[in-house]
């Protein structure tokens, strides 16, 4: 039960995330967005650890880490480029949808098939993360655009493996330092572009507080999701955490007054369906 909990936090932490972020994006750029929040996220991090005391993880968990950290940020970045491309309905539900399904596959493997209702459970979650992703249409779109899927496939990759490595790097315990080589390696990532591409480090100092908002939401994000890994099972961890498009979409509704359409409902509707299945 509480890895339920915990993956529904994260998935909620995140689409709130993503909420802010893509507000930062719009008024700093993405890639400088993300940037900022990791250098947050960071900070906030030493401070949680002057205080909670945890001890430094080995060398294997350290790399791991790393790793995990500049999977997804490469994931994140790939995201956002073919936004970009003006690929938005395409992009959310199949880079979701691979991210969720890579830690099934490999949780599947490792710790074996999880109960019957939790199988249906995962099904219906996948069709959640599609449905609440849509605009009306847009799986018609989709279907007229396959041939522009590899970014979102990729972007859905580097999420995956982030589930599955991050996974392994605290599976004997611990969060905050694992955090904190994540975004080194997600840092470095990001620098590396920004220097290869001469991009301007500038930002307007005003967007901050959002930048802000947007690396504390991702930190929370991820230590619930280390968390639910933990008490529970990657793959239902990993499929719970991927239901974030619906925190997203519902923040949209509320403080952007954006209207849901009769797919974001159905994709809800499924989404409650499967939290209901997984707990039983």
């Not at 099904?123 to 599609?130: M, P």
């Not at 009306?136 to 972007?155: Q, R, Y």
């Not at 509704?253 to 997984?278: C, D, H, P, S, Y």
Request: aromatic content about 12%; glycine content about 10%.
């Amino acid at each position: 039960m509480l890895s339920i909990i915990f993956g529904l936090a994260s998935a909620l932490s995140w689409g709130a995330g993503d909420f802010t972020g893509g507000l930062a994006a719009r008024r700093v750029g993405a890639y400088r967005s993300v940037f900022y929040a990791e250098v947050v996220g960071v900070i906030f991090l030493f401070i949680v650890l002057a205080f909670v005391g945890e001890p430094l993880p080995d060398r294997r968990a350290q790399i791991f880490a790393l790793v995990a950290g500049a999977f997804g940020t490469m994931g994140l970045m790939l995201l956002y480029h073919s936004m970009t491309l003006g690929l938005m309905s395409i992009a959310a539900p199949v880079s979701a949808l691979l991210a969720a399904a890579l830690p099934v596959a490999v949780g599947m493997f490792t710790e074996g098939l999880p109960d019957f209702l939790t199988m249906i459970g995962f099904v219906f979650a996948l069709f959640a993360v599609w449905m609440i992703s849509q605009s009306e249409g847009s799986v018609t779109n989709i279907l007229s655009h396959l041939s522009d899927l590899k970014l979102p496939l990729l972007a859905g990759i580097g999420f995956g493996f982030y589930f599955v490595l991050m996974h392994q790097a605290t599976k004997d315990g611990g969060a905050f330092w694992h955090m904190t080589f994540s975004r080194f390696g997600g840092m470095a990532l990001i620098v590396t572009y920004l220097l290869v591409t001469r991009s301007s480090w500038k930002i307007d100092i005003s967007a901050l507080p959002v930048i802000s908002a947007n690396g504390l939401l991702d930190i929370g994000g991820n230590y619930f999701f280390i968390l639910a890994a933990q008490a529970g099972r990657l793959d239902v961890a990993s499929v719970l955490s991927s239901l974030f498009p619906g925190a997203t979409v519902l923040l949209a509704w509320v403080f952007l007054k954006e209207r849901l359409n009769r797919n974001q409902w159905i994709g809800v509707g499924a989404a409650l369906t499967a939290i209901i299945l997984m707990t039983i």
